[in-house]
């Protein structure tokens, strides 16, 4: 890799990212902060806190003890596993289709529930309509993925309430796949002022707003690794022995076919791209090496637009003029919830029992 930049010595984030800085060694900044986190958990007393959390909903809803959001990658085929053949509950499955997902993923979802004995229930909200909000945020702010962080949640959330189910079991790794807090927000006032204007309010309401705060209390989610050791070659080893998942570790990635775009409109943005910051995330977490790091981010990180931009943008009913003074354009140019209202309500929900 031809590669100029100054880099973490320990993970890979250029020294453009935002708000880094380097130790003596050359460790990052956010390396540090990562170390803080998860250097000492006690993943015992985790675990014995799922195992109470779960016998509280097991045998309490309708049919279902609790949902999966269920995309057919790793880390939600494990969750299904785990969930149903470790923990013995019954849970509903939810594949939500945003039109990104791979052909390859959808195949997963169906041959791993018919193994599991596990009901799937799937939500393909009309693409016109979603194609007209990705094109909305994109023109409006340089980006389109903050169309789904709004969206995935709101269908995970009325996939739950339509069928009376009261708890949500998300395979979602902080450490490996969180956006930094530093180029990316979202929250729903946010979201309505990118909209306004190119939508109604009633055109977005199911799919991009929850119904009340009084319903959504009502439904508790969590992440299994935040109670779990998300050890990756462990979680291969048994997809494959259990479930017949055909992938390996080498395979590792991240699923969505919009990513190559979205790292390339984010580098246009930010000067990096999104490859850095996803796979600096694995290698922190010890999932693969610096080395290969590198290499997969040299050979993906998008310079030029990546192959079938066009026709990407041309779902979208688009076209490159979009991109005109996209350096200038960010989420952060519109007003958001208040800090304080959005943290009380962070907070009343992880209270739940
Ligand atoms: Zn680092």
């Known amino acids: 890799m031809s590669d100029e930049k100054t880099r973490c010595t320990r993970c890979i984030l250029p020294a453009d990212y935002p708000n880094v800085s380097f130790d003596a060694d050359g460790v990052c900044r956010v390396c540090r902060e990562h170390d803080v986190r998860y250097g000492s958990i006690d993943w015992e007393a985790r675990e014995r806190t799922l195992g109470r959390i779960l016998d509280r909903y097991r045998g309490r809803g309708l049919k279902y003890d609790c949902m999966v959001p269920f995309s057919g990658g790793k880390d939600s085929t494990f969750t299904l596993w785990t969930i149903k053949n470790r923990y013995g509950m019954n849970p509903l499955a939810f594949n939500f ?21 596990v009901d799937l229930y799937t939500y393909t909200p009309d693409t016109g309509l979603l194609n007209r909000v990705y094109r909305r945020a994109l023109e409006q702010t340089g980006e389109f993925c903050s169309a789904c962080v709004v969206l995935m949640p709101t269908a995970i959330f009325r996939a739950a309430d339509i069928h009376g189910i009261r708890l949500i079991v998300a395979g979602f790794s902080d450490e490996l796949e969180a956006p930094p807090r530093e180029t990316s927000y979202m929250d729903r006032t946010c979201f309505w002022n990118i909209m306004k204007g190119g939508f109604s309010r009633k055109e977005l309401k199911w799919d991009f707003f929850f119904p009340s705060w009084k319903r959504m209390f009502g439904v508790k989610q969590i992440n299994l690794p935040d109670y779990i050791r998300w050890d990756l070659p462990m979680i291969y080893e048994t997809l494959n022995r259990e479930l017949d998942f055909g992938r390996s570790m080498a395979s590792v990635r991240y699923d969505c076919l919009g990513t190559p775009h979205s790292s390339y409109l984010f580098s246009r943005r930010t000067g990096f791209g999104k490859y850095e910051y996803l796979y600096s995330n694995m290698v922190r977490a010890g999932v693969i090496s610096r080395e290969e790091a590198l290499r997969i981010v040299a050979e993906r990180e998008p310079k030029e637009p990546p192959e079938g931009f066009d026709d990407f943008l041309a779902g979208m009913g688009t076209d490159r003029s979009i991109l005109d003074g996209i350096e200038k354009k960010s989420v952060f140019n519109f007003r958001t919830r208040p800090g304080l209202i959005r943290n009380i309500a962070i907070r009343i929900r992880e209270m739940l029992p």
């Open 97 to 117: 289709d945003n039109g990104f997902l791979d052909s390859d993923a959808l195949s997963v979802v169906k041959k791993s529930c018919r193994k599991l004995g």
